[in-house]
């Protein structure tokens, strides 16, 4: 099992912050040093067909994992969120466990502190 999360940081006001820990459970183990971001879902319930990579133009935030996987995000605009996570020649989706295959939806209210404990990925 990956490293525990640590508390996200207190966010600048009305907005959000998350951490968490990206963890692969077809190679069972964190995923560190990647880069991964959340894409705005809006009012669908569905995530985008195609994951195109980080771009400001749709409001989408970035970060990197540490060394064990740790993510840490602060300053979110309040929303509805998928994380995608950069795997070798592709983006993917964090899921909801490694049982349950559904997009893994992030909903951020202002002023939210959201530790996201482990995050699931099926990443080579």
């Known amino acids: 099992m990956p ?8 966010p600048g006001p009305g907005k959000a912050a998350i951490s968490g820990v990206l963890y692969t459970f077809t190679g069972k183990g964190p995923i560190p040093g990647t880069l991964f971001y959340l894409t705005p879902a809006g009012d669908q319930s569905t995530p985008p067909p195609a994951l195109m990579g980080i771009r ?3 409001k989408d935030v970035s970060g990197q994992s540490d060394n064990q996987g740790r993510i840490v995000l602060n300053n979110i605009p309040p929303g509805r969120y998928y994380l995608a996570v950069w795997a070798p020649y592709n983006w ?3 899921v909801e ?6 997009p893994r939806l992030i909903v951020l209210e202002p002023d939210q502190r959201v530790n996201l404990g482990v995050i ?5």
């Open 92 to 94: 993917i989706l964090a």
């Open 3 to 10: 490293v525990s999360s640590q508390d996200p940081p207190e």
């Open 97 to 102: 466990s490694d049982a349950d295959s559904t």
């Open 56 to 58: 400001e133009e749709n």
């Open 120 to 124: 699931y990925l099926s990443w080579p």
